[in-house]
């Protein structure tokens, strides 16, 4: 894919752009799961995850299958707000991502629509978003207004109107933030207002970023597809073999 215009890295700062936009790498997951692992409760992590068996003895057994913990992460929650596709679709893609990042938009208006067309409609795939804002207090209040629009369930409409092409050279304060909801269609803006300033949209980023933190991203676009990490707005066809081979064994 040829990067857009409004996503390619400033001249100034090709380096900076591309060390924090291009993607978490796979050596980067697998030392910060190794990292949780070795300080997680031994009874049960920091996402939920109860360890098998009870007791002492059990309970502190070392954890020797990485990858079915990153699989382990899909919520699968019926009624997730972040959510696109069956809860029990075979492959879940859990996209960590920043309002700010030009390679993120590049993924939403690029690929995931190819993917919804291709794999959710169809049943195949889940995507579950992680907000994962690393660009300061703008992206945070991206992402909490982007939570906000879920409660009213125009999360991907905020979704595409926050990525469309230009959309964060505008910015993401206040005012920009209400516009934005407006073009998602969000009916009641003074609850959104509310939702985005309230301590349950506080509590939600800060669960996404713990978890992201916790497997080693450091960052975005970065992807699960069903534990199988994916660095940065690859090409579709990167996606598709991915999806493919996750299908693939799920049904072995």
């Known amino acids: 894919m040829s990067p857009s215009p409004s996503s390619s890295p400033s001249p100034s700062s090709p380096r900076r752009?591309?060390?924090?936009?291009?993607g978490v790498a796979?050596?980067?997951?697998?030392?910060?799961?190794?990292?949780?692992q070795a300080t997680a409760p031994a009874d049960k992590d920091a996402g939920g995850f109860v360890g098998s068996g009870s007791g002492p003895a059990s309970s502190a057994a070392p954890r020797?299958?990485?990858?079915a913990e990153l699989k382990a992460l899909a919520r699968r929650e019926p009624g997730d707000k972040l959510a696109l596709g069956r809860a029990d679709a075979p492959v879940v893609l859990i996209e960590y991502s920043d309002f700010k990042c030009g390679y993120?938009?590049?993924?939403?208006?690029?690929?995931?629509?190819?993917?919804v067309k291709k794999y959710v409609d169809e049943g195949t795939l889940r995507i579950e978003w992680r907000n994962f804002p690393i660009f300061g207090a703008e992206?945070?209040?991206?992402?909490?207004?982007?939570?906000?629009?879920?409660?009213?369930?125009?999360?991907?409409?905020?979704?595409?109107?926050?990525?469309?092409?230009?959309?964060?050279?505008?910015?993401?304060?206040?005012?920009?933030?209400?516009e934005l909801a407006q073009q998602a269609g969000v009916p009641d803006l003074e609850r959104f207002k509310a939702d985005m300033a309230g301590e349950e949209a506080a509590a939600a980023l800060q669960k996404d970023q713990e978890e992201g933190y916790r497997i080693g991203v450091t960052s975005t676009p970065s992807f699960l597809i069903n534990g199988k990490p994916i660095a940065g707005a690859q090409?579709?066809?990167a996606f598709t073999a991915a999806?493919?081979?996750a299908k693939a064994a799920a049904q072995r």
């Open 243 to 245: 999806i493919a081979q």
């Open 26 to 36: 796979v050596a980067a997951v697998t030392l910060g799961l190794v990292s949780w």
């Open 104 to 115: 993120c938009g590049k993924f939403a208006r690029d690929t995931e629509p190819e993917l």
């Open 139 to 178: 992206s945070e209040a991206a992402a909490k207004a982007a939570w906000a629009a879920g409660r009213q369930d125009r999360f991907a409409q905020f979704h595409a109107a926050a990525y469309a092409d230009g959309a964060k050279e505008k910015g993401f304060g206040e005012a920009r933030l209400a």
């Open 64 to 67: 020797t299958d990485p990858a």
């Open 235 to 237: 090409p579709l066809s």
């Open 17 to 22: 752009t591309f060390l924090i936009c291009a």
